[in-house]
């Protein structure tokens, strides 16, 4: 008897050449090794054994050769060490967007905002009859002249202002945005990784706003005892430390980069996983990590408040589902009349992403 197995056809697969399906899985290897290449490509070999990823016509050799040759990779003189390069950098990124966006499309999280059409600088799919005072780079001209001749006939073609449909835009506001990222040492406690999805998140974002809307601005923050400042293309590379969490110094940092920026639209998306429970007071750290501290939490809920006065709301991504840890969030987002998200890691892009779409979106009047 002959017995027959179905399973998911995917066509991109058998078009993607043996270099781009290990380019792919490669790409997604280094988020988890913090950007080390020798680690990623040890990983690699591993699931080549298991899974039979190349076979004798492409093996493992040629891959890593290729790597090198199309500049994805490159090699320390002095050590003969591996790193990878800024094209690298790159990729990994747009595999983060495309990764996060391909979810949106399958599986939309709960979208509530309302879209509305206006005179803006955005194409979308409707159009509306004429009206005075639309510009003539608004009219629909195909669908204009459809309208005449069904409205007039063909023999003897002529157009009134009737016919004229108008294709609606939306405008796209400019924004100044900072992410913070928490660092501490949480994000990888209790089993769970939770700072690899928050860098895929951010390596995302960062490709979305630099292709897509080039005229905002994007400053990543990440913070643990202290707070700095980190470039793009230093994401890959961001590990979790021996850190407390300083929030205080994640919000102070961020609206200093925000008040130097000159977009009239400021925000800030903040995801962590717990509670603040550091301070810096001069040179010394003042440190609590059993429950709630009052004088961390007045110092946090009052940068909240001071964000609130400058129109810079903060939107928080809460990934631990704590229900002590939900009520600091809601206290704090009640402080800044901003936003909170309690997400599992696998819906965190697809929050971020919503929230982030729907307020470049505004009604123009």
Known sequence: ????????????DNQKSPFDRLLSAFT???TYTNGDATEALQWLTELDKEYQLTDDEYGMGDFIQELRERGYIKENEQDGSLAITGKTEQTIRKSALEEIFGKMKKSPAGEHSTRRPGQGDELNADTRPYQFGDS??????????RNAQINHGVESFNMYQDD????????????STALMI??????????????TPAKKVAMALSELITTRYPKDTLDIIVFGN???????KDLPYLQVGPYH??????????????????????QIFMITDG?????????????????????????TLNLAAQCKKLKIPITTFMVATDPWLQQFVQEFTETNNGKAFFSGLDKLGQFLFHDFESGKRKLMR
């Not at 008897?1 to 991109?12: A, E, L, T, V, Y």
């Open 182 to 195: 928490d660092l501490s040492h949480s994000m990888i406690l209790y089993g769970e990784d939770r700072i």
């Open 28 to 30: 997604q290897l280094l």
């Open 226 to 232: 202290d707070a700095w400042q980190i470039e793009i």
């Open 245 to 266: 969490t300083n929030t205080v110094a994640g919000l102070e940092m961020a609206m200093d980069v925000l008040r130097r920026r000159r977009n009239p639209n400021k």
């Open 1 to 12: 008897m002959r017995s027959i197995f179905f399973g998911k056809f995917n066509p991109d």
């Open 164 to 175: 004229l449909e108008i294709k609606e835009t939306d405008f796209k506001a400019q924004t």
């Open 136 to 145: 003539v780079e608004q009219i629909d001209f195909t669908a204009s002249i």
């Open 275 to 299: 509670k603040p429970t550091c301070l810096k007071i001069g040179s010394q750290y003042y440190k609590n990590s059993y429950g709630l501290d009052r004088k961390i939490l007045n110092r």
